[in-house]
């Protein structure tokens, strides 16, 4: 299964440890938005889709690229850092990335979130000036990360079989 994990990751390189993590699990290549051709599409079976949550959704340079992409029918994942994490905020942070993916054609069959250290205004002024999740993402959550990532291979494996 050849994988690509497309990221945007900036201000304290949440999301970059996150795909990392998982890159290594699944030898995929790693690609940041901004190197990734739309040509490049065809060359993978699996192409995992991440960045930070601004403002209740992904980075709108990630948002740009999938709108970029030419129709499909290979599968993806989707995966974010956030300043807050509650069971029930992924469907909504990731809601716009999977309807674009979707709307190309896409198969998205799994999504992860966890936290990430998050300094933006809000977030300052919420802590007393030092951001919300301090030290996230941490160990447990690049282990988090892993597994994932290996849960993932493993079912994209048997949906291949």
Avoid: W
Wanted: hydrophobic share 35%; charged share 25%.
């Amino acid at each position: 299964m050849k994988t690509a994990i497309i990221y945007v990751s900036y201000h304290h390189n949440n999301t970059e440890k996150i795909a990392r993590e998982m890159a290594t699990v699944l030898d995929a290549d790693l690609k940041k938005v901004s190197t990734f051709d739309p040509s490049e599409l065809s060359g993978y079976d699996l192409l995992g889709f991440g960045s930070g949550i601004y403002f209740g959704r992904h980075h709108r340079n990630l948002l740009k690229l999938v709108a970029k992409l030419p129709a499909t029918n290979r599968k993806a994942f989707i995966f974010s850092t956030s300043g807050r994490i509650f069971d029930k905020v992924i469907p909504e942070y990731h809601k716009a990335m999977r309807a674009a993916l979707q709307k190309k054609g896409f198969e998205v069959i799994d999504e992860f979130n966890c936290p990430g250290h998050d300094t933006v205004i809000f977030a300052r002024l919420a802590s007393g000036g030092k951001g919300l999740n301090k030290g996230r993402p941490n160990e447990e959550d690049l282990k988090n990360a892993q597994a994932f990532a290996q849960n993932l291979k493993n079912r994209f494996n048997d949906m291949e079989s």
